[in-house]
T-cell receptor, first 113, second 109 residues
Framework: SAVISQKPSRDICQRGTSLTIQCQVD?????MFWYRQQPGQSLTLIAT?????????ESGFVIDKFPISRPNLTFSTLTVSNMSPEDSSIYLC??????????FGSGTRLTVV | DAKTTQPNSMESNEEEPVHLPCNHS???????IHWYRQLPSQGPEYVIH???SNVNNRMASLAIAEDRKSSTLILHRATLRDAAVYYC??????????FGAGTTVTVRA
């Protein structure tokens, strides 16, 4: 299975600023996803990161708030823009291949103060 | 809409089997059933997946009902390291995973 390196592992940010989270995979993967996990909750899919085209966002998530880049088949970034305390969550990237299980990064624990 | 139903919690004793049920009564013929678990402070970890037939791997077994409206994840001998939240997920043709609340498994020594 793929190995994911997600950075940073945690950060404390001031409200109104932005944070970019990186997701690096050790092999080329077609499907890459970004999730949010609010404290004590399950995971919620933010968007599907598509290589060579714009990301596809789920209901309740917009590109202006969570811009995503996918420049190649091994790398993606998620930016959390204009942050507020409500954005304090764990953000995770995930990759999948048809016929196999999905692999998740260890997550970025974000605290907005 | 997670589209699966699981009990909120289950307890087991160490060394005993654990049977985790999942209902997915509206599953379509092409949806795969995936199971993941999440240990504290970690990302979800793949456990097993299947379509129609029962599946076994080194971590667990997956028993799928003949009508595919339910499935059971079986941990054959629970250890303390198996304490986690277990998620049963339908993976549809768009390849997205929609997480529900999962089942919190507690293992007693």
């Amino acid at each position: 299975s793929a190995v994911i390196s997600q950075k940073p592992s945690r950060d404390i940010c001031q409200r109104g600023t932005s944070l970019t989270i990186q997701c690096q995979v050790d092999s080329q993967v077609t499907m890459m996803f970004w999730y949010r996990q609010q404290p004590g909750q399950s995971l919620t899919l933010i968007a599907t990161a598509n290589q060579g085209s714009e990301a596809t966002y789920e209901s309740g998530f917009v590109i202006d708030k969570f811009p995503i880049s996918r420049p190649n088949l091994t790398f993606s970034t998620l930016t959390v823009s204009n942050m507020s305390p409500e954005d304090s969550s764990i953000y995770l990237c995930s990759v999948g291949d048809v016929g196999y299980g999905y692999t998740f990064g260890s997550g970025t624990r974000l605290t907005v103060v | 809409d997670a589209k699966t139903t699981q009990p909120n919690s289950m307890e087991s004793n160490e060394e005993e089997p654990v049977h985790l049920p999942c209902n997915h009564s509206t599953i379509s013929g092409t949806d795969y059933i995936h199971w993941y678990r999440q240990l504290p402070s970690q990302g979800p970890e793949y456990v097993i997946h299947g379509l129609t037939s029962n599946v076994n791997n080194r971590m667990a077994s997956l028993a799928i009902a003949e009508d595919r409206k339910s499935s059971t994840l079986i941990l054959h001998r629970a250890t303390l390291r198996d304490a986690a939240v277990y998620y049963c997920i339908r993976r549809s043709n768009d390849y997205k995973l929609s997480f529900g609340a999962g089942t919190t498994v507690t293992v007693r020594a």
